[in-house]
């Protein structure tokens, strides 16, 4: 009985809850035949593992739910942006996940921002002056960037940031040229409404007022083929600028190349040799110097002692024809271009 009773206190002082399981005690005295005295065994509840599996997922998914989620943006200093989301301080900065997901990510140079400046190197700078060289821009802008030059693009007149320590090389146009093409890709850009071109006759490069380079003219008279071939229009395929230098006119020939020019006799006797063989110079006329039976070039337009075929001038008639006789001179017939010997003291106006 004594036994009994102290199982029972121990049984009402621990406490007896739901799922705990009797064990019977048997009684050696009096008392035995009686119903058994319950002694309680506590044990884990099935499920107790399971309500604590269940309390840590939740508290990991708490604790998840308070952090940025970083999945479709940038997490940046503790804070959640949206890509292409721009930096709050920086107009030049946003968030770009596939660079940068827990940083600022430049914009490219150039990239516009605020109401008149553009980005280079991750900042804005305002430039809305125009320029004629760099040190209008140094003036009048916002001081590059590190690692960028403050510059002027004088075909456009406008101010720019460029990387590195100096600015790109201003273009020059070539010292010569022979054609717009060479103008209008080595010169710096015209202004708006021109072109550049390229003066032929001179060899240097120009700037023309309207949109198109002057239509190419051929010279009145040449001397060479290099001025028919600089100053004509292009040829046709297959042929070529030429001069001849007899008649001082420009052709096209019939070939790739021009003619080769006549080559004078080493030695002459007669002006008609000279005449026939000798390279022909329009203005000019090919002679025989008999002393030394070498050809030369007349300017005069006929050799010494013989009336020039077509005269221009009393003078030419003068200078080249044979002496007249006393109480004549040698004269020019305006009408009929002819050298002509007048009675008079002067040849008639």
């Known amino acids: 009985m004594t036994i009994a009773l102290v199982m029972l206190a121990a049984s009402a002082a621990c406490g007896k809850g739901a799922g705990d399981h009797e064990l019977a005690v048997p009684d050696s005295g009096a008392d035995a035949g009686r119903r058994p005295v319950e002694a309680s065994v506590t044990r884990p509840r099935p499920d107790a593992a399971r309500d604590h599996r269940v309390d840590a997922r939740r508290d990991v998914t708490l604790i998840e739910a308070a952090a940025p989620d970083s999945s479709a943006g940038c997490v940046i200093v503790g804070v959640s942006y949206r890509t292409n989301e721009p930096n709050p301080t920086n107009a030049c900065q946003t968030c770009q996940p596939a660079v940068a997901p827990t940083a600022w990510t430049s914009q490219p140079d150039g990239a516009r921002c605020g109401a008149d400046g ?30 960028y030059s403050l510059c002027c693009d004088a075909s456009t007149s406008t101010c720019f940031y460029s990387a590195g320590t100096t600015c790109p090389a201003e273009a020059e146009c ?34 023309s007022t309207v949109a198109e380079c002057p239509t190419p003219v051929c010279p009145t008279t040449c001397t060479a083929d290099s001025q028919c071939q600089g100053q004509c229009p292009t040829a046709p395929a297959g042929s070529v600028n030429c001069c001849d230098t007899k008649t ?14 006549q080559v004078c006799p080493s030695v002459c006797t007669s002006n008609s040799e000279c005449e026939a063989d000798c390279p022909a110079v329009y203005g000019s006329v090919a002679c025989c110097y008999e002393p030394t039976s070498v050809c030369f070039e007349s300017a005069l337009g006929a050799c010494p002692g013989q009336c ?19 109480g004549y001179l040698n004269c020019c017939d305006s009408t009929t271009r002819t050298c002509f010997q007048s009675p008079a003291a002067t040849c008639p106006e």
């Open 118 to 147: 553009s980005c280079f190197g991750g900042v804005c700078m305002a430039c809305p002056v125009t320029c004629s060289n760099a040190g209008t821009c140094a003036v009048e802008c916002d001081e590059p960037p590190a690692g």
């Open 174 to 207: 070539p010292s010569t040229c022979t054609s717009d093409a060479e103008c209008q890709s080595q010169c710096p850009a015209a202004t708006a409404g021109s072109v550049n071109c390229c003066d032929v006759a001179t060899g240097a490069c120009f700037e």
């Open 248 to 261: 001082g006119a420009c052709f096209q020939s019939a070939t790739s190349t021009c003619p080769q020019p």
């Open 308 to 326: 020039p075929s077509a005269c221009s001038t009393d003078s030419q008639c003068a200078a080249t024809c044979p002496a007249a006789p006393a």
